[in-house]
T-cell receptor, first 114, second 115 residues
Framework: AQSVTQLDSQVPVFEEAPVELRCNYSSSVSVYLFWYVQYPNQGLQLLLK??????LVKGINGFEAEFNKSQTSFHLRKPSVHISDTAEYFC????????????FGTGTLLAVQP | NAGVTQTPKFQVLKTGQSMTLQCAQD?????MSWYRQDPGMGLRLIHYSVGAGITDQGEVPNGYNVSRSTTEDFPLRLLSAAPSQTSVYFC??????????????FGSGTRLTVV
């Protein structure tokens, strides 16, 4: 079955430290990959996406993610986090390219501490 | 440009009551969908529509109805609310149905409590 796994439900980190949020998906020939961010009491905003080409994707707010086909992963990274990065982060996958549906992971709460 | 507008933002219902969650978008997006968000479960697809007059079920459709009479609007109906439907509901839309190219635009959500 098609699925997305975010193993870490919560990641605490100190301000200015690096962070990695993990995402794995079930194997498929063709996938489009997304990271969304949800700030408290708001909807989801697109952070970055991978469609094809370079496996390193840069997004907004200094975040980047790397597509690793052999490990079926799409981990999100930031070299130095800020208090304002505290939010919930969702990985999402579209299988089959042109399909209309996104399958979301269960989310990871990034809690940045001073 | 308002994007995706959801109303109401908050609602409390009694078990058995009915209501409609409204979703409207002004971007001429063909694809619209409804998700529910529950703690520890992420977002689960309820229903979606690839254009006016066309709807289909998602992962958790039971207890919900939808219709798509216009491109702009995609209301979600709860016919007989149950406590298990207590959740945060998000409407999302995508241009031309090509989610891979455009991703989703989300509304700000409706927080529903059924008592």
């Amino acid at each position: 079955a098609q699925s997305v796994t975010q193993l870490d439900s919560q990641v605490p980190v100190f301000e200015e430290a690096p962070v990695e949020l993990r995402c794995n998906y079930s194997s498929s020939v063709s996938v489009y990959l997304f990271w969304y961010v949800q700030y408290p009491n708001q909807g989801l905003q697109l952070l970055l996406k991978y469609l094809s080409g370079s496996t390193l994707v840069k997004g907004i707010n200094g975040f980047e993610a790397e597509f690793n086909k052999s490990q079926t992963s799409f981990h999100l990274r930031k070299p130095s986090v800020h208090i304002s990065d505290t939010a919930e982060y969702f990985c999402a996958v579209s299988y089959g390219g042109a399909t209309n549906k996104l399958i979301f992971g269960t989310g990871t709460l990034l809690a940045v501490q001073p | 440009n308002a994007g995706v507008t959801q109303t109401p933002k908050f609602q409390v219902l009694k078990t058995g009551q009915s209501m409609t969650l409204q979703c409207a978008q002004d971007m001429n997006h063909e694809y619209m969908s409804w998700y529910r968000q529950d703690p520890g479960m992420g977002l689960r697809l309820i229903h979606y529509s690839v254009g006016a007059g066309i709807t289909d079920q998602g992962e958790v459709p039971n207890g919900y109805n939808v219709s798509r009479s216009t491109t702009e609007d995609f209301p979600l109906r709860l016919l007989s609310a149950a406590p298990s439907q207590t959740s945060v509901y998000f409407c999302a839309s995508s241009q031309n149905g090509q989610v891979g190219n455009y991703g989703y635009t989300f509304g700000s959500g409706t927080r529903l409590t059924v008592v």
